[in-house]
């Protein structure tokens, strides 16, 4: 919910607060709100800054970098990422600039892959063969990155022990969606794992990370920031797009992967969360066209049903639109009183 001066000021007019509570009310909530991520210019610049060098120190690096060899990329990943937690510290703790301070040790945790890289090109020590530049990280899948996405993964649970700065989650959950592709080699032998198992790897490792997700969503209050945003998008990526690559054997298995879809659209509601609908709406879409294209691509009537379908699909967006709370209170009520108490908090 989101509060602005005019909600106020309308209940002012309708002798629920006074004008001098308003005022205080409205002050008081702009103090406690300033460090929250808010959607204008200077949270704007803050993010986009912080991309920015996030971006040149990886998808961006260049083959230049590589001239300095092993040694010298580790230690110039390494100073660059001190200076950005000294930074950091002083803006978090000393002028209590929360998000500016927490974005520069979000860049100093980003700086993990390209110091791990430069220490593994150094001692020439590879999980496996030796995969290629740095640039090729972000392109190829290989078992090679292992240790470098483990790396990250760490030092973003370290820095955010000590910084509770909930975009910290973003290169973790990041490096564990790659870490989804990068296992599959690994945990198999390069010549024996095929496309459909690597698949099979992506959904297993979502749905592990998807849970991870949901065990730090009822444990932390979103009020106090989301933490679980980044773990259920990066989660959602894996489990979704592994599953929608596996194919379409048979109409059966098209079928369950439209249920699937449903229930993603379904835990949006229970769990209060719009990216499962947003994933969910993709797959149902896709089942829908799959229909059109394959099975009924002479039926005359489908697409008038399915113009029924969507009316009937908008008439219920807007029950619930008007309905929200009693929809959601009663489909908790459907659940056990033991499973109610597992659902997350807003």
Not at 133 to 159: C, H, N, P, R, V
Not at 291 to 301: D, E, G, R, T, V
Request: glycine share 8%; with cysteine; hydrophobic share 55%.
């Amino acid at each position: 919910m989101k509060i602005y001066r005019e909600d106020l000021d309308w209940a002012v007019s309708q002798g629920l607060i006074t004008e001098e509570q308003a005022s205080a009310l409205w002050n008081a909530l702009s103090l406690r709100n300033s460090e929250r991520p808010q959607f204008n210019f200077v949270n704007v610049s803050y993010y986009f800054g912080a991309l920015i060098v996030i971006s040149a120190m990886t998808w961006f690096m260049t083959l230049a970098w590589e001239s300095f060899g092993g040694v010298g990329i580790f230690l110039l990943a390494s100073i660059y990422a001190f200076c950005f937690v000294l930074a950091g510290s002083n803006l978090w703790w000393r002028q209590q600039m929360k998000i500016p301070g927490g974005l520069l040790f979000t860049i100093a945790v980003c700086l993990t892959p390209l110091a791990i890289y430069g220490l593994q090109r150094a001692t020439g020590f590879w999980i496996q063969d030796n995969p290629g530049t740095y640039q090729d990280f972000y392109t190829w899948i290989k078992g090679s990155w292992f240790l470098m996405e483990l790396g990250t993964i760490i030092a973003g649970l370290i820095a955010i022990k000590f910084v509770r700065f909930p975009f910290l989650i973003a290169p973790i959950a990041f490096s564990l969606y790659f870490m989804s592709m990068d296992l599959t080699p690994l945990l198999f032998n390069e010549k024996i794992y095929n496309w459909q198992l690597r698949l099979v790897v992506s959904v297993w490792f979502g749905i592990a990370c998807l849970v991870i997700a949901y065990l730090v969503d009822i444990r932390t209050r979103r009020r106090d920031g989301d933490y679980a945003f980044w773990l259920y998008l990066f989660g959602l990526m894996a489990f979704w797009w592994g599953l929608t690559l596996m194919g379409d054997s048979n109409e059966l298995q098209n079928f369950i992967y439209c249920l699937i879809n449903l229930g993603l659209m379904l835990l949006s509601v229970l769990l209060r969360r719009k990216v499962f609908i947003v994933f969910g709406g993709m797959g149902v879409f896709g089942y829908l066209g799959h229909l059109a294209y394959s099975i009924f691509k002479n039926a005359i009537l489908f697409p008038f049903a399915l113009t029924v379908l969507g009316i009937f699909i908008i008439y219920l967006g807007t029950l619930y639109q008007r309905n929200s709370r009693k929809v959601e209170a009663f489909l908790e009520r459907l659940l056990p009183e033991n499973v109610r108490r597992f659902l997350p908090r807003e």
